[in-house]
């Protein structure tokens, strides 16, 4: 998911646009499941992810690509989407826009929605505890929690969750440790 803030504005009306037109064509499970299939498909394959945040590789390519690779699987919706995103050149936003719509089908469903931000990938272990530890804070067993990796971060990580943002990285400890001693430090 993008942190740029022009990327989230950019994505919510179509995030929003796909969640209202499926919830009025009685899709929205189908839809849904469709979405989490793409985020994990996202997630594994590293160079379809890049694949379709290329700019040099034409829009015609994307749409081949994606029919290959999810077109026989998929709702017709959901798929009449992903068309929509390309020929509009929106796909590049699609893992934000895709988090904008999980979130909001979660926040129906009184669920919440999370995303961790780490600076190396977390093993299966690191993930079951955070996903624990959230829920027992939260004290809520509907959540949805969508990983990422930042090297910048150092180490460590951040939880993110409705515009609010936990800093566990490296790389905060280090600024605040330059605030206290007076001195700027560049990362």
Do not use: W
């Amino acid at each position: 998911m993008s942190k740029n803030p022009v990327a989230l504005k950019i994505a919510a009306p179509y995030a929003r646009a796909l969640f209202d037109f499926v919830r009025e064509t009685g899709t929205l499970l189908e839809v849904t499941s469709d979405i989490q299939n793409i985020q994990g498909l996202l997630f594994k394959s590293k160079e379809l992810f890049k694949c379709l945040q290329n700019p040099l590789v034409s829009n015609e390519a994307k749409q081949e690509i994606l029919i290959k690779v999810v077109g026989k699987k998929m709702n017709h919706q959901t798929l009449q989407f992903l068309t929509t995103l390309i020929k509009r050149n929106r796909i590049n936003l699609l893992s934000t826009i895709i988090y904008s719509y999980l979130e909001l089908v979660y926040k129906t469903a009184n669920s919440q929605a999370f995303q961790i931000v780490s600076a190396t990938d977390l093993s299966n272990g690191q993930r079951t505890r955070l996903i624990k530890k959230i829920k027992s804070v939260i004290e809520n067993n509907r959540i949805m929690i969508q990983f990422s990796t930042d090297k910048s971060l150092i180490g460590g990580f951040l939880i993110k969750n409705q515009g609010k943002i936990v800093d566990y990285s490296v790389k905060n400890k280090l600024k605040t440790l330059a605030k206290l001693l007076d001195t700027v430090l560049e990362i």
